[in-house]
């Protein structure tokens, strides 16, 4: 897993938005980017947002598949995973709406429906880049603890903890859905390309797991130490209980001066 830690959260999520940049850039003709929403990955899309606007970074051929969708909320309702969606980044960028994919929480047959954003995800040949968020109790997506490492999109329970984490955006706990459709960490694991985002210090304890600590169904997101190429990017209050956090920060500046090497090699001949 490569390892990034950032002075804080608008570095974190400037490092994560020239990431994604670069790979959009690297594959201008067919890019298929993973989303997640909740409050991490908000300064990645303001970020992305500026680009498109600033320097303009193109996403009239990008596809979107998002991780999940709560089940019984309509896309207009203000706390979907739709909504989210397009009030933080869709609207504000040049997607085509025909591109964009979340899973529909209103239909009829949802087993079906999962089934078929599975097909979905294959048809347009997988997924380049998954960004992902972590949740306290340690999923991704809405994989919560004992989830099967190799399960694909459908429904799950939520968990107590994550009904009362997601609270925060409801009036009252009853209001937030018990059940999400949710990509499975088999599907998670087909993306060329896993971006793991995390901040503050809440998420510290469950990161340090999560990346170091044993792979588990506990922690599911600890499935992506097996995953070809994780990259986490972090802010300094997430990273503070990692093992090898000075490791990490080695290997990343000497990465950067090879990097440097490389490079001016490069233009001396
Ligand atoms: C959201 C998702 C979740 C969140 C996680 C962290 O699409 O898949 O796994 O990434 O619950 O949420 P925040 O960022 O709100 O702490």
């Known amino acids: 897993m490569e390892i990034y830690i950032k002075k804080n959260y608008e570095e974190m999520s400037r490092k994560a938005a020239e ?6 850039r690297k594959r201008k003709n067919h890019f298929v980017l993973g989303l997640a929403t909740g409050s991490t990955p908000i300064g990645l899309y303001k970020e992305l947002i500026r680009m498109h606007q600033e320097e303009g970074l193109d996403f009239s051929r990008v596809i979107t598949f998002n991780l999940d969708e709560y089940c019984g909320l309509s896309p207009d309702h203000e706390q979907s995973y739709h909504y989210f969606m397009f009030e933080n980044f869709f609207k504000h960028i040049n997607i085509d709406k025909k591109n964009i994919h979340i899973p529909d929480g209103m239909a009829r047959d ?14 347009n040949r997988g997924i380049d880049l998954q960004v992902l968020g972590i949740g306290g109790d340690g999923h991704i997506a809405f994989n919560e603890p004992g989830s099967s490492l190799s399960s694909r ?15 925060r955006f409801f009036k009252t706990i009853e209001e937030v859905p018990k059940y999400a459709i949710t990509m499975g960490i088999g599907t998670i694991m087909e993306a060329k390309i896993c971006l793991l985002l995390v901040n503050g210090d809440k998420k510290a304890e469950v990161f340090a797991k999560a990346v170091e600590g044993p792979m588990t169904t506990e922690v599911t997101a600890s499935m992506l130490q097996t995953h070809p190429r994780t990259i986490a990017v972090v802010d300094e209050e997430a990273a503070a209980k990692l093992k090898r956090k000075d490791y990490y920060k080695h290997v990343e500046k000497m990465a950067g001066l090879l990097k440097k090497r490389v490079n001016e090699k490069g233009k001396n001949g």
């Open 19 to 24: 990431i994604v940049a670069e790979e959009m």
């Open 153 to 167: 999109t459908r429904v799950k329970t939520l968990t107590q903890q994550t009904v009362e984490d997601n609270s």
């Open 110 to 123: 949802l087993d079906a429906h999962c089934r078929e954003y599975e097909k979905m995800i294959a048809d």
